[in-house]
C-alpha cells in the first residue's frame, strides 16, 4: 500500500517536452480505453496505474499529468458514458427505440459498461443526476400517453436498466440460452431488436423499429 502511495507520488511529476507534444487527445483516447479496460476487468480498486500506463504505452506520468491520477480516470469514464448517453438520448425516440439504443451501445462500449456496472455495485455513486433526468422524461411520456396509466415510471425505469444491461450481467445464462458468448454481435444485436418489441407491445407504442 505504501509502495504504490510512494508511486503515485513520484508520477505527479510532469512529463517530458516531447511527451506534451503528440497529439494530446488521441493520447488522452488511448489511456481512458485502456482504463476502462483494466477497471472492468479488475475492478477500480485492483487496477493499477502502472498497468494502465503499460496498456495505453504511455509513461505513466501522463496519467498524472492529464487525469491527475485513478480517480480522475474514474471521473473522466463517466463523464464520457454521460456524453454518450446524452448523444442517444433524444426525445424524439419511442422509448422502444431508446431501449434497444442502450442494449446496443452497452455491447459497443461494453468495458466502460462493465465499469459503469461494478462501480454501481461497489456504491460509486455519479448516476443520481442521470437517473432523475431519465425519471422526468419518463414521467413526460406517460403524460403524453406513450406510458400506460397503471404503470410507475420509476420501476419502468428500474426495470428498463436491468434489461439493457441484462445480456452483459449474466453471460452464463446467456450461453445457456444461446450457445454463444455474451458479447457476440449477433446475440447483441438480436436482443436489442426483440428488447425494442417487448417494450413497443407493453407501451402501445405501435411496430418497433426493425425487420
Known amino acids: 500500500m505504501g509502495t504504490e502511495a510512494g508511486g503515485e507520488r513520484r508520477a505527479r511529476r510532469a512529463p517530458r517536452a516531447e511527451e506534451r507534444r503528440r497529439d494530446p487527445e488521441r493520447t488522452r483516447r488511448r489511456i481512458l480505453d485502456a482504463a476502462a479496460a483494466e477497471f472492468a476487468r479488475k475492478g477500480y480498486d485492483a487496477a493499477r496505474v502502472a498497468d494502465i500506463a503499460g496498456r495505453a504505452g504511455v509513461n505513466k506520468q501522463l496519467i498524472s499529468y492529464y487525469f491527475d491520477g485513478k480517480a480522475g480516470l474514474m471521473r473522466a469514464l463517466r463523464e464520457r458514458w454521460e456524453e454518450m448517453e446524452d448523444e442517444g438520448h433524444r426525445p424524439d425516440r419511442s422509448l422502444a427505440e431508446l431501449a ?13 459498461a462493465r465499469v459503469r456496472l461494478w462501480s454501481a455495485l461497489a456504491g460509486g455513486g455519479g448516476g443520481e443526476d442521470r437517473a432523475r433526468d431519465d425519471l ?72 418497433p423499429p426493425g425487420p
Open 100 to 112: 434497444a439504443g442502450y442494449a446496443l451501445a452497452n455491447w459497443e462500449h461494453r468495458d466502460m
Open 136 to 207: 422526468a422524461d419518463l414521467e413526460r411520456r406517460k403524460r403524453d400517453g406513450e406510458i400506460p396509466g397503471d404503470i410507475d415510471p420509476r420501476h419502468l425505469l428500474l426495470a428498463l436498466f436491468g434489461a439493457a444491461s441484462a445480456v452483459h450481467v449474466a453471460p452464463e445464462v446467456v450461453r445457456a440460452l444461446f450457445g454463444a458468448e455474451h458479447d457476440a454481435e449477433q446475440v447483441n444485436r438480436d436482443y436489442a431488436e426483440q428488447l425494442s418489441r417487448i417494450v413497443a407491445h407493453l407501451t402501445g407504442s405501435g411496430r
